[in-house]
């Protein structure tokens, strides 16, 4: 037994002697345990069972422990909670010791979930996230939270984010094309269009934010542990860009116990006559003997062209391509600290966008190809120590992200209408951010988390009419530097009022200056100012949260919280060199304010997870990204919206051969007052989002031989009508379609064969109304559902 270990196990037993004589009888306790390494998992079991842990480390028995939560007499409870190779010994009513076990006792490595289970009804499996910056079971949870494990990922076919949106409630994406989409939550849009405005919802890989106005990167779910979607504002523990919520995609980290690898590849065909295809490996390698372990991911994609463009006289025009790599490592240093240092990288360059525009479903009239590049690099690393009061974890990162864009700008500005042109955008955001974070690890009635938070980014962006190529001019139209810097410190105080009911109190006190220059206005017909714009903002978010448990798998609560965005600045109207249009010279920083009502249950034997919310939120000084008549873009105030609704979502697991999960969103997002600087209507909803969607997951799975499971699922989402735009003009109307995937799987412990096909009914529904903002007056856009898709995956894990 190592010397720190062995006093914090005496004082375990110090705090067990507190809670009485000691009784043969093992009283029933509430434990709410994470999976973590096995000696902090250790410490914390001791700690609210109100007992003490010897015998380890022991020869033989290491990793990470398995999650517990419930209601558990401390040795039912020790034995859910100890990995593959381990064993207790009880040694008397308040004591314990840990043994390895002998091989031949050893649990044998696990088929695939219910691959011979037997019949009868299940518990769902327990799943914890960290969406809180603490760990949390997700069931039981007093927070809007969901999360989808790797399992269900595969399930689902998932290559992206926007492959699991419309499977979780309130999860909204426009669809722009690969790498330029927006997220939205719980119908709070700020509008359709990706500019100046921060981002609604706050995007996290790991433990860091990384992005803040760009549009999401589009990583691919490789080898990723969860998706977590925690919803409404977030601006007490994330601070700016998190109105909406927070979507984070955790990523498997390094295994020092063992050697792991996967591999996959996936092919495709539409009924467009594309191909697509794809691969994904994963290698785990275990360092200075089980102390360390780097974990590498590649994968590739090319994805299927299906729109056609006879002015060009190409086919599948909106073919694309997509790679990328992830490396990190870990290292477990003397006196229980951790280290993990990684980098990642992404590359998406599609040959064309996907709008349909002047033809038929899958046609468009474009002059030239609209291209765009997405490359997204991030190095970072964290620091963290598991102690018996506190956790503590110091994590960094330098995010690079560079996107480029082509437009037909064909007869835009003061070109001659038949003048072919290009108008080229160049994007590069560098971002960094460091947060340090504790939080408390006792169960005493009072828990704590405190953080300090820290951030820097630098965006340059160059754009340029381009008619060179075609015996035309080639001019800078502006070029702008925004330089963002934020600093905040936050906590959380929680407080056991009562047996079951439980307050949270926090807060984060934040300041944040922005300062924007722009210029080189090269096609105003006049003179144009240079814009050196400063703002400063400072100011306090508040949160608060009531909850009561039933028990731990039930819960209620009632929750009030913020969130905000800074301001910022546009270049001058007249550089566009066109007459008309909003000049905004600046927009302000908006507010909203959110009151919640929900909780979760567990039914059914535990087999029936029911998940209800509903929400009011006021929304202050709206900021929007629209777009000028010239096809330029402005960022302004457009007045107060508001939004209400009713969530829910429902897991069922009857028995070994059934999986149910439903989920919907009843909302009623809108304008309660517009402010005039640009067109818009209240009562109309807000752009980009549905009042109504929903979307249901049905799975029947059975056993066909020794080891081998075979599956058959269904999944189908309905969205709602909606508007591009807030002026509710009839030509951007779009949703209101559904669309169904039928897939089918045969999988052991190590293998597994997925077919499926993709909008199976093959449904043409207008997803997103937008394509180009210089050609939008000419007709109507729209962007359609990838045709039917056949498709095939084999996966292979070591």
């Not at 067990?16 to 096995?38: K, M, N």
């Not at 962006?461 to 330089?483: E, K």
């Not at 270049?571 to 008309?580: E, F, K, N, S």
Request: net charge neutral.
């Amino acid at each position: 037994m190592r010397p720190r270990f062995r006093r914090r196990a005496i004082a375990a037993c110090a705090l067990a002697a507190l809670y009485g004589s000691a009784a043969r009888a093992e009283p029933a306790r509430i434990f709410r345990l994470p999976a973590e390494p096995l000696e902090s998992a250790l410490l914390r079991f001791a700690i609210q069972a109100a007992v003490s842990v010897g015998g380890f480390p022991a020869a033989g028995c290491s990793g990470d422990s398995r999650p517990v939560l419930g209601v558990f007499k401390p040795s039912a409870a020790l034995q859910r909670l100890l990995p593959a190779g381990c064993g207790f010994e009880r040694v008397d009513a308040r004591a314990y010791r840990i043994v390895a076990l002998e091989p031949a006792q050893k649990l044998q490595a696990p088929l695939p979930p219910q691959a011979s289970a037997p019949a009868g009804p299940v518990e769902l499996a327990e799943l914890m996230v960290t969406a809180e910056k603490r760990h949390e079971p997700l069931r039981g949870s007093p927070f809007a939270v969901s999360a989808l494990d790797e399992r269900e990922i595969v399930r689902l076919g998932a290559s992206s984010l926007s492959d699991v949106a419309s499977q979780i409630a309130g999860v909204a994406e426009t669809n722009l094309g690969p790498g330029r989409n927006k997220i939205f939550i719980r119908g709070l849009s700020d509008g359709a269009f990706t500019g100046r405005t921060q981002s609604t919802v706050g995007l996290y890989l790991d433990e860091v934010p990384i992005t803040y106005n760009a549009p999401d990167p589009d990583l691919r779910l490789t080898d990723v542990e969860r998706v977590e979607v925690l919803r409404g504002p977030q601006g007490t523990l994330y601070g700016a860009g998190s109105i909406g919520g927070i979507v984070r995609i955790v990523t498997n980290p390094p295994e020092p116990a063992r050697v792991a690898g996967a591999a996959a590849i996936e092919g495709g065909l539409n009924e467009h006559h594309d191909r697509s295809f794809g691969g994904e490996a994963m290698v785990n390698l275990p360092l200075l003997q089980g102390r360390a372990a780097v974990r590498g991911v590649a994968y590739i994609d090319q994805l299927p062209g299906y729109l056609d463009n006879p002015v060009l006289g190409r086919e599948d025009v909106n073919r694309g391509h997509r790679s990328g790599q992830r490396l990190s490592a870990l290292v477990e240093l003397p006196g229980d600290w951790e280290a993990q240092a990684g980098l990642a990288r992404q590359s998406i360059k599609s040959d064309d966008s996907q709008y349909v525009q002047g033809g038929g479903r899958l046609q468009r009239d474009a002059h030239i190809a609209e291209p765009h590049d997405n490359d997204f690099a991030m190095i970072g690393g964290r620091l963290e120590h598991h102690g018996s009061e506190a956790d503590v974890r110091l994590a960094a990162a330098y995010i690079d992200h560079d996107l480029g864009t082509r437009y037909d700008a064909t007869g835009a500005f003061d070109l001659a209408p038949s003048q072919i042109a290009a108008f080229d955008e160049n994007k590069r955001v560098e971002l960094l951010v460091a947060e340090l974070i504790a939080t408390s690890t006792s169960e005493t009635k009072l828990r704590w988390l405190a953080g300090a938070f820290a951030s820097r980014s630098r965006e340059s962006t160059r754009t340029r009419l381009d008619a060179s190529a075609w015996g035309g001019p080639s001019r800078p139209v502006y070029d702008r530097s925004d330089h963002l810097e934020e600093a905040a410190v936050y906590g959380e105080l929680t407080y056991d009022l009562a047996a079951r009911v439980t307050a949270t109190l926090g807060g984060r006190l934040f300041a944040t200056r922005v300062r924007t220059m722009v210029g080189d206005f090269g096609i105003s017909p006049t003179p144009v100012p240079q814009v050196d714009g400063r703002l400063t903002d400072t100011g306090f978010n508040p949160k608060i949260r009531l909850s009561y448990a039933f028990r731990p798998d039930r819960v209620i609560y009632l929750q009030a919280q913020d969130g905000f965005r800074t301001g910022g600045f546009n270049a001058p109207a007249q550089a566009d060199g066109q007459p008309g249009g909003p000049d905004v010279a600046a927009y302000r920083p908006d507010r909203l304010r959110s009151f919640e009502a929900g909780g979760e249950a567990s039914l059914l034997h535990r087999t029936l997870r029911v998940r209800l919310a509903a929400y009011l939120a006021d929304w202050r000084d709206v900021q929007t990204d629209q777009f000028r008549a010239s096809g330029m873009p402005v960022t302004l105030n457009i007045g107060d919206g508001r939004n209400s609704g009713v969530e829910f979502e429902a897991d069922w697991l009857p028995d070994t051969h059934w999986r149910v999960r439903i989920s919907g969103l009843v909302n009623d997002p809108e304008l309660t007052r517009a402010t005039g600087a640009f067109l818009a209507k209240v009562d109309i909803g807000l752009p980009g989002v549905a009042k109504h969607t929903g979307a249901f997951d049905v799975a029947y799975g059975w056993n066909v031989g020794p080891g081998w499971r075979a599956e058959l699922g269904l999944q189908a989402a309905y969205i709602g009508r909606s508007f591009l735009t807030f002026d509710g003009d009839s030509a951007s109307e779009m949703g209101g379609y559904a669309q169904a995937r039928l897939a089918g799987s045969l999988q052991s412990a190590d293998w597994r064969l997925d077919a499926y096909v993709d909008n199976l009914t093959d449904e043409a529904g207008d997803t997103f109304a937008f394509g180009n903002p210089f050609s939008r007056a000419r007709s109507r856009q729209a962007t359609p559902l990838p045709p039917r898709t056949f498709g095939l995956a084999i996966r292979r894990s070591f």
